[in-house]
RNA sequence: GGGGAGAUACCAGAGCGGUCAAAUGGGACGGACUGUAAAUCCGUUGCUUCGGCUACGAAGGUUCGAAUCCUUCUCUCCCCA
């Protein structure tokens, strides 16, 4: 199967510039997606950008990732409704360091010929003086042209406006690929849907400037089934960064994912050939509740993300988080063992002294820890009935815990609603 | 440059001198149900030492009392030139 077959079936196959398959078909071709360092880690929404290369180079072909770090100063105005605030220079160049340290888990740097290769556009543009750039790139493209991109007239229409930096962006991205199909002889830019623009300002480019011929392939936004948007929890993104989001976070956000939802990641956001999934699909439907799809799911992206090490962990921590284990089964095991098993867990600790003298939930859970944001939200939600210690319902903001309750003498394992577990060590 | 409209909680949006910590909808969170799913129903949605305190773009003022009236400022939108 090609590689565009593959993104069909997949159903991740946004838009594809014509030819693009015939050109792939002939033989191996190198391609590239960019990625900005807006922060220092990616999060899950890069995920499937991180997938595309990957099957770029399963089916033979060279992918090239491009870090941003030229791009990443200008900032992309697509899908912004307002300016974007520039990154200082040391915090650009960290975050574009741990990024390029995370895509490197994903690809294949040493496969011969169709070798992954890193790539950062500082590279080509720090020596870019503006003049240079205006007479060799600039020129070449109308401004008529740059406004009729959505993400210009979105910008013009709104009441926000655009600065010139975010305008010139599409010239700037535009440029790498020109660059990278200059000298690397690059010929396709895949990203998201919303990068359709700021491709084929760069195979435009190409045509204009030296009347070559370059191509442009994206991808489906990815969206849950309700309309809302992906990759975003109660607190906050979801990133791959473990520091983060500990892999036991990572690995219950997937297994959360609802069944609608779960068909269409399985083909997404992991290899499973068609056969394999359909098999689970059929199975998944004869028994809904055993959540097949969603622990394939989860396994298989928190082992290529995290490791199967730490997959080990988080499957024994949401088993007994899950199971039917009782909060006993904890005092068979030392102080080490519950930490491992909580790993992942938010903690926090409270000196002992504290639990001597007996202290009230709200002051527990509002006060000496983080577990609520404020002793008001703590009443409320211990008045709603949404929280537990040590699995027994909290009945009364005024509920007292002393040394008695503390598991091994040290630990309280707290719970806000069902699924938000925390633990407290008394230390 | 001239004229007009507006700025309210996470968002949208009512309120137009006291009964407003502020209607309603959405979102978010919690509960019930369930499969750690969806749908549905219910509750919560400023902080608090529970006395109060801080809040309706910002700063002043009028008033016993202001989100509501006045002044100045900042920002946004619309129309004319």
């Keep these: 199967m090609n590689f565009v077959e593959e993104l069909r079936w997949r159903g991740m196959l946004h838009d594809i510039m014509p030819g693009t398959e015939e050109l792939l078909n002939k033989g191996m071709a190198s391609g590239y997606i960019g990625f900005d360092p807006t922060a220092d880690s990616l999060h899950v929404g890069h995920l499937t950008q991180i997938m595309t290369l990957i099957h770029f180079q399963r089916a033979g072909h060279k992918p090239y990732a491009l870090v941003g770090g030229a791009t990443g100063m200008v900032g992309d105005p697509s899908g912004k409704s307002a300016e974007r605030n520039l990154l200082s220079e040391d915090v650009l160049q960290h975050n574009l360091n741990c990024v390029r340290e995370q895509l490197k888990n994903f690809l294949d740097f040493n496969s011969g010929a169709n070798s992954a290769e890193m790539v950062n556009n500082y590279d080509w543009f720090k020596n870019f003086t503006f003049l240079d750039f205006i007479r060799d790139v600039g020129k070449h493209i109308t401004v008529n042209y740059m406004m009729a991109k959505d993400s210009v007239k979105k910008r013009l229409e709104g009441d926000t406006g655009m600065s010139f930096t975010e305008f010139t962006y599409q010239l700037v991205q535009g440029y790498d690929f020109y660059y990278l199909w200059k000298h690397k002889s690059c010929v396709l830019q895949m990203g998201g849907s919303d990068q359709w623009g700021n491709i084929v300002t760069g195979t435009e480019m190409i045509r204009r400037k030296e009347g070559g011929e370059a191509f442009a392939l994206t991808t489906q936004l990815i969206k849950k089934a309700d309309g809302t948007k992906f990759g975003k929890t109660e607190s906050g993104a979801v990133w791959l960064d473990p520091a983060r989001t500990s892999p036991y976070q990572f ?10 939802d779960a068909k269409s990641y399985i083909r997404i956001f992991t290899l499973f050939d068609r056969h394999t999934i359909e098999a689970m699909e059929a199975e998944h439907d004869a028994a809904p509740h ?17 490791g199967e090490a730490e997959f080990l962990k988080a499957i ?20 080490g063992e519950v930490l491992d098993l909580f790993n992942g867990v938010p903690n926090f600790s409270v000196a002992k002294s504290e639990f001597k003298a007996g202290i009230n939930a709200t002051e527990l859970l509002a006060g000496k820890s983080a577990v609520f944001p404020s002793k008001g939200e703590a009443k409320k939600m211990i008045q709603g009935g949404g929280v537990s210690v040590n699995r027994v319902k909290v009945n009364t903001p005024e509920d ?19 699924k938000n577990y925390f633990l407290i060590v008394a230390e």
Excluded at 251 to 260: G, K, P, V
Excluded at 320 to 332: H, K, P, S, T, V
């Design 251 to 260: 690995y219950q956000f997937w297994l959360n994912t609802t069944d609608a």
């Design 290 to 306: 055993l959540r097949v799809l969603q622990k394939a799911l989860a396994k298989d992206i928190t082992i290529r993300v995290h």
């Design 316 to 335: 024994k921590s949401s088993e007994f988080l899950f199971g039917n284990a009782g909060i006993e089964f904890l005092n068979e095991l030392n102080d």
């Design 400 to 418: 007292v815990y002393t040394s008695a309750q503390l598991i091994n003498g040290k630990f309280l394992v707290v719970q806000k609603g069902k």
